[in-house]
């Protein structure tokens, strides 16, 4: 086995110890849907990585394969950059695009649960969507990983912007945002190369990019800011 396949297990312990802490954030801010949002999609986002480090360790398994389908390509990314829209747009608008996000990844995880698999495509210690009989399933991931990027890095660029501009906020609300914005979209280079045969790109981005965003979501809440009014605090970042 190469070491790099076990890049997911790694992803998967920060993962789990990175929702607590948002559940716990969350439990404090209830009405804070947008944590609510970080809260889930980092616990789908673990749920994806741990049916990646099953395969590495244990092997291939149906299971396995189909969670890590559903979890990690369908919902890896887009409960995150959810939150961003709850914490950077109106409510209204927020929950017309969750109504619509949530129609099609019913659609599409349907489809990830009954296609039929190629065994003869299987790889022991390894997972990729080319073992789906269904080529076009496939093609439900992609809208949902631009969806993420747009929203989910492109939040915390404009964020990081913002906050630049300021001189009441600290520089760590700038560099906590930039970290988010790039591993938002970490994950998203490495599932273009999984699509191409290359998972293993796929697992280091996903470890490499969700240790960025705690690291600026830690940056984020650790530094004291100032009282702000709610509709601007909405309009600042994205914790």
Same mark, same amino acid.
């Given at each position: 086995?190469?070491?790099?396949l076990l890049?997911p297990?790694?992803?998967?312990?920060?993962?789990a110890? +990175?929702?607590v802490a948002?559940w716990?954030?969350?439990?404090?801010?209830?009405?804070a849907?947008y944590?609510?949002?970080?809260?889930?999609g980092?616990?789908?986002?673990?749920?994806g990585? =741990?049916?990646? %480090?099953?395969? =590495?360790? +244990?092997?291939?398994s149906?299971?396995? +394969?189909?969670l890590?389908?559903v979890?990690?390509?369908?919902?890896?990314?887009?409960?995150? %950059?959810q939150?961003?829209?709850?914490?950077?747009?109106k409510?209204?608008t927020?929950?017309?695009?969750?109504?619509?996000s949530l129609?099609?990844?019913?659609?599409?995880?349907? %489809?990830?649960?009954i296609v039929?698999i190629?065994?003869?495509?299987?790889?022991?210690?390894?997972?990729?969507?080319a073992?789906?009989e269904?080529?076009?399933?496939?093609?439900?991931?992609?809208?949902?990983?631009?969806?993420?990027?747009? +929203?989910?890095a492109?939040?915390?660029?404009? !964020?990081?912007?913002?906050?630049?501009?300021?001189?009441?906020?600290?520089?760590?609300?700038?560099?906590?945002?930039?970290l988010i914005?790039? &591993?938002?979209i970490?994950p &998203?280079?490495? &599932?273009?190369f999984?699509?191409?045969?290359?998972v293993e790109?796929?697992y280091?981005?996903?470890?490499?990019?969700?240790?960025?965003?705690?690291?600026?979501?830690?940056?984020?809440?650790?530094?004291?800011?100032?009282?702000l009014?709610? !509709?601007?605090?909405?309009a600042? !970042?994205?914790v």
């Amino acid at each position: 086995m190469e070491p790099v396949l076990l890049a997911p297990v790694a992803t998967t312990v920060i993962a789990a110890f +990175f929702a607590v802490a948002l559940w716990r954030h969350w439990r404090r801010k209830r009405a804070a849907r947008y944590l609510l949002w970080w809260a889930v999609g980092v616990t789908a986002f673990g749920l994806g990585t =741990s049916a990646e %480090a099953w395969t =590495s360790v +244990f092997g291939w398994s149906e299971p396995a +394969f189909r969670l890590w389908y559903v979890a990690g390509a369908l919902l890896g990314g887009w409960p995150l %950059a959810q939150g961003t829209v709850y914490l950077l747009m109106k409510k209204k608008t927020a929950d017309r695009l969750t109504v619509v996000s949530l129609l099609y990844i019913a659609v599409a995880a349907a %489809a990830a649960i009954i296609v039929p698999i190629a065994a003869e495509l299987v790889e022991e210690h390894r997972l990729t969507g080319a073992v789906m009989e269904w080529e076009w399933v496939r093609y439900f991931s992609p809208p949902l990983n631009l969806y993420a990027v747009i +929203f989910l890095a492109g939040g915390a660029i404009w !964020s990081a912007m913002r906050y630049r501009r300021r001189h009441d906020r600290p520089s760590s609300h700038v560099w906590g945002n930039a970290l988010i914005a790039v &591993g938002a979209i970490l994950p &998203g280079v490495g &599932g273009a190369f999984a699509r191409g045969g290359r998972v293993e790109v796929l697992y280091v981005t996903e470890l490499i990019g969700l240790s960025l965003i705690w690291a600026g979501y830690r940056m984020m809440t650790g530094a004291p800011i100032e009282p702000l009014h709610e !509709s601007q605090r909405r309009a600042d !970042s994205a914790v």
